[in-house]
């Protein structure tokens, strides 16, 4: 039965009368600014690549869907990014989720360790196990995956800065469960120009991390052939701010960046390209979302194929993971997110991408509890099993709207690419703030909006409720910080500590040098070094990135 508060809240905004015309928007437009037409014939479908062009599934060029059956044969990847608190906590959560149905695991890391400090670091404080798990060290790494096989289970995890670290400690915990290297899959983020433009946890300058990526990606195309060495994310360039074209150009342009330098590092890109994968934000104007995921498909084969000469199939195929935009949250009526992000997620789906994750109700407040976390993982599923929107590939393929906003997409991107390399490339465009103000403006544009009311977000500058009850939280113990100091002293008090000194000094010198760095990384986390300790053996050599103000 419905509460009286509740009905007399109904009772107050009906008694509102607003006009619903006076709701929309002045302008019908996308988030890049296309202007939408009232209705669209074939003749908005013949300025870039007309229908007859468009190729079949999972045929150059990728327009429609990188495997010629879709999802027939495999639904996408439900892999729900949770983390939280201590390695014990996180554990805990992950089992449920995949007893839940969930079929990829997905690990977020506390801010600590995402810029490479054990949580005794002053600058730690406050910090520890809030926005993910607490891992600095073997121990940690071996309990976070304890009764789960790791041959058995793909795990992305999101790290960037520390990513050679954190590889290490899941290659050496794989191995300590008797799975060889070749048998382990999974991704990590590792995707540092990003942290320049929108996100903030880099460590060292730009080109030191570069060599770092590089050495992974040699690493693993010799030794860990399954592993995804590098999720190339426009996700956090859009949450920064930016429009759908803004984010297949910057994603796509790193995506540029990343090939170069392996290239340079001489490796072939038939050995790395093929285990490049993305990773794209699912915002809310649903027709320009699915447009975005055909033209990066689109881009990316083209970029390949032309620019860098390869016709291997497996190269051009972008692959990539989704998911629903936080961004678009709201602390207000967090129910209404479950709207939200359910059709963000039939974007993703209907677009193409090859696992997605659902944001959870009340990620506006706190990290999810266990029940807002089912009821995302539900949404997939609900999505898949019961309404069925992946039974057909690319189901709006032929749309005049839909091709017409493939081939506008694509033009802009196109010509942020070239701005892009007219400044050197991306590594030389962000040292010269050129994606951070386009970014910066976009977001600025888009607040405005919400501030004039020509962006009507439900239930905060339209439809908010008074009074609003608060939901329960999920609350991570604030002891928490002094309890993980104290398992880190006690750690480094029962380990080798000349032999973690010795790998090391090792790790400095070939640091200094230009040997593979990922072979040296694993020996020491191996001897028991911390997160903290290697990255602080790297920072004594690379120092550390400072942004430069972008005006």
């Known amino acids: 039965m419905f509460q009286p508060d509740f009905l007399n809240q109904v009772r107050e905004q009906l008694a509102t009368k607003e006009d619903p015309a006076k709701l929309r928007s002045p302008k019908f437009e996308t988030t890049s600014g296309i202007t939408l037409k009232n209705s669209y014939t074939p003749a908005d479908t013949e300025t870039f690549n007309p229908i007859k062009d468009l190729g079949k599934p999972g045929s150059y060029p990728f327009t429609r869907h990188v495997q010629p059956t879709g999802f027939r044969g495999r639904l996408w990847t439900m892999r729900q990014y949770a983390g939280f608190g201590t390695a014990e906590e996180s554990n805990t959560r992950y089992r449920y989720l995949l007893d839940q ?17 054990d949580p005794d670091h002053p600058m730690s404080l406050g910090e520890v196990g809030k926005v993910g798990v607490s891992c600095c060290s073997i121990r940690d790494m071996r309990t976070l995956f304890k009764d789960i096989p790791l041959d058995k289970v793909s795990t992305s995890m999101t790290i960037n800065a520390p990513a050679a670290v954190m590889l290490s400690l899941y290659l050496a915990v794989a191995e300590e469960q008797g799975v060889r290297f070749d048998q382990v899959s ?6 540092i120009l990003k942290e320049y433009m929108a996100r903030g946890t880099y460590i060292y300058p730009p080109r030191p991390s570069m060599r770092l990526i590089t050495d992974i990606f040699s690493f693993c195309s010799e030794q860990v052939p399954n592993w995804n060495t590098i999720s190339i994310s426009g996700y956090h360039i859009r949450e920064a701010g930016c429009t759908a074209a803004q984010e297949i150009a910057f994603t796509l342009a790193d995506g540029i960046a990343y090939i170069e330098a392996g290239l340079k590092a001489g490796l072939k890109l038939e050995a790395f390209a093929p285990r490049l994968s993305f990773f794209f934000n699912a915002h809310n104007q649903f027709f320009e979302e699915i447009a975005k995921y055909r033209a990066a498909r689109r881009m990316w084969a083209k970029i390949i194929k032309e620019r860098f000469g390869c016709n291997d199939p497996k190269s051009q195929m972008l692959r990539f993971h989704t998911q629903t935009a936080g961004s678009t949250l709201t602390a207000q009526q967090p129910d209404n997110n479950i709207v939200r992000t359910t059709v963000q997620a039939m974007a993703a789906v209907i677009g193409g991408t090859q696992s997605l994750h659902t944001n959870s109700r009340d990620e506006a407040l706190a990290l ?9 993982l539900r949404t997939q599923q609900i999505l898949a099993y019961e309404h069925r929107i992946a039974d057909v590939v690319d189901p709006f393929g032929g749309s005049y709207f839909i091709e017409s906003l493939t081939d506008e997409l694509q033009a802009m991107a196109e010509a942020l690419i070239a701005k892009v390399d007219e400044a050197g490339g991306m590594v030389a465009a962000i040292e010269k703030g050129i994606p951070q103000r386009e970014i910066q403006n976009a977001a600025y544009a888009f607040q405005k909006a919400v501030e004039r009311d020509e962006q009507i977000v439900v239930g905060v500058n339209k439809f908010a ?3 609003e009850p608060k939901p329960d939280l999920l609350r991570v113990d604030e002891a928490l910080g002094a309890m993980r100091r104290k398992q880190v002293a006690e750690y480094r008090s029962l380990r080798d500590n000349d032999a973690v000194r010795t790998k090391l000094e090792t790790l400095k010198a070939k640091a200094t040098a230009t040997d593979n760095l990922m072979p040296y990384i694993l020996d020491a986390v191996k001897a028991e070094a911390t997160v903290g300790e290697v990255s602080d053996t790297l920072r004594e050599v690379y120092g550390e990135y400072q942004e430069r103000l972008v005006l």
């Open 465 to 467: 409720i008074k009074n």
């Open 368 to 376: 999810p509890t266990e029940i807002s976390a089912r009821i995302a």
């Open 101 to 117: 149905g969930q079929t990829g695991l997905s690990v977020a890391f506390d801010l600590p360790t995402q810029i490479g400090m």
């Open 186 to 191: 999974g991704t990590i983020q590792n995707d």
